[in-house]
C-alpha cells in the first residue's frame, strides 16, 4: 500500500510539472510579439540584388598620431607635443566608402507605408535613384534604391527599420579610396600621354603617322571622359549612401485560441519527454554508480 502512495505521489509530481510546462508555453505564445500572427506569404524576393543601381560613395576624414622617431617627415604631417613633453606626429587623410543598406519589410497596409517612406525620402533630402513595383493589389513588392546623404544614413535607417515589420537588415561598408587613388593616378597617366601625343603632331611628319595619331589622341580623350564622370562619382556634391529597401504587401491572419492550446501541447508533450529520458538515464546512471561503489565497498 505504501509502494503504491509513492507511485501515485510521483505521477502527481510529474503531472503538475507537465502542466506547469504547458501553462508556461502557452502565456508565452501570447507575450512573444513574433507570434501575434503570421503572414500569408512569407516570399521577399531579392530583386534588388539583381540590378545595375547607381553606385553611391562618401568621404570622411581620419586622423592618427604617432610618436616622432626621426627628424625628417613628410611636409604634410603636423607636429605636437604630448602630455610627456615629448613629440607626436598626427597624420590626417580622406577615406572614400561605399555603405549599402539592404532592407526587407512585410506590410498589410502597403499604401500608406509607401507614402510613409517618401516622406521619409523628403525629410532627409534623400533621393529615389531607381524604383520598381510588381504584383497584383494584395501581393505587390516595392523595390526603392535610396541614396542618403552620409550624415543621415544612421537616422533614416532607424525610422526605415519601423516601416512595415522588418524581415532582414544588412549593412556593408566598403572602402574605396584604393580605387579613387587609381582612377586619378590613370588619369593623370593619361593626361600626360595625350599632352605628349599633342606636342608630336606639331612636328613634320607622314599624313598617315598624323592620322594615327590624331587617332590615338581622341582614344585618350574618350577614355579620360570615361574616367571623370568615374570621379564624378566621388565628388563631394554626389556624395551619398545606399538604402536599398523592398517593401512586400502581405495579409496579417491573427493566430487562433484552438491553434495556440494545439501548439503549446505539441511543445509541451516534446519537451517533457526528453526531460523525462534525462530522468530515467540520471537514475540509471546513479544506479549503476551506487552499485558499483556497493560492490567495491563489499570486497574490501
Request: some cysteine; aromatic content about 12%; glycine content about 6%.
Amino acid at each position: 500500500m505504501e509502494k503504491v502512495k509513492r507511485i501515485l505521489r510521483l505521477v502527481k509530481y510529474f503531472l503538475l510539472c507537465f502542466v506547469a510546462l504547458y501553462v508556461f508555453r502557452f502565456i508565452y505564445g501570447y507575450t512573444d510579439p513574433n507570434m501575434k500572427g503570421y503572414e500569408e506569404n512569407e516570399y521577399i524576393s531579392d530583386y534588388l540584388n539583381n540590378i545595375e543601381a547607381k553606385k553611391n560613395y562618401a568621404s570622411s576624414q581620419w586622423s592618427r598620431k604617432m610618436d616622432i622617431g626621426t627628424k625628417d617627415k613628410v611636409e604634410s604631417v603636423k607636429e605636437n607635443t604630448n602630455d610627456d613633453g615629448g613629440k607626436t606626429d598626427v597624420q590626417t587623410g580622406e577615406q572614400k566608402f561605399e555603405k549599402i543598406a539592404s532592407l526587407k519589410a512585410k506590410s498589410d497596409k502597403f499604401e500608406p507605408d509607401d507614402k510613409a517612406i517618401r516622406e521619409k525620402v523628403k525629410k532627409y533630402n534623400a533621393l529615389i535613384q531607381y524604383e520598381h513595383t510588381e504584383g497584383n493589389p494584395g501581393n505587390r513588392e516595392l523595390h526603392l534604391s535610396i541614396g542618403v546623404p552620409p550624415e543621415s544614413f544612421d537616422s533614416f535607417l532607424a525610422e526605415m527599420k519601423q516601416v512595415g515589420k522588418l524581415k532582414s537588415i544588412q549593412v556593408t561598408k566598403t572602402d574605396k579610396t584604393n580605387e579613387y587613388r587609381n582612377l586619378n593616378a590613370q588619369k593623370a597617366s593619361l593626361e600626360k600621354t595625350r599632352n605628349t601625343l599633342i606636342e608630336l603632331k606639331n612636328k613634320e611628319g607622314k599624313i598617315d603617322e598624323f592620322i594615327a595619331l590624331s587617332n590615338r589622341i581622341l582614344e585618350i580623350e574618350e577614355q579620360l571622359q570615361g574616367l571623370g564622370v568615374s570621379l564624378g562619382d566621388f565628388d563631394a556634391e554626389n556624395e551619398f549612401c545606399t538604402v536599398q529597401f523592398t517593401l512586400a504587401e502581405g495579409r496579417f491572419i491573427p493566430i487562433s485560441f484552438m491553434h495556440r492550446a494545439k501548439v503549446a501541447l505539441e511543445w509541451t508533450i516534446n519537451y517533457f519527454c526528453i526531460f523525462m529520458l534525462i530522468v530515467f538515464f540520471a537514475s540509471g546512471a546513479s544506479f549503476c554508480i551506487v552499485w558499483i561503489y556497493d560492490k567495491l565497498k563489499g570486497q574490501k
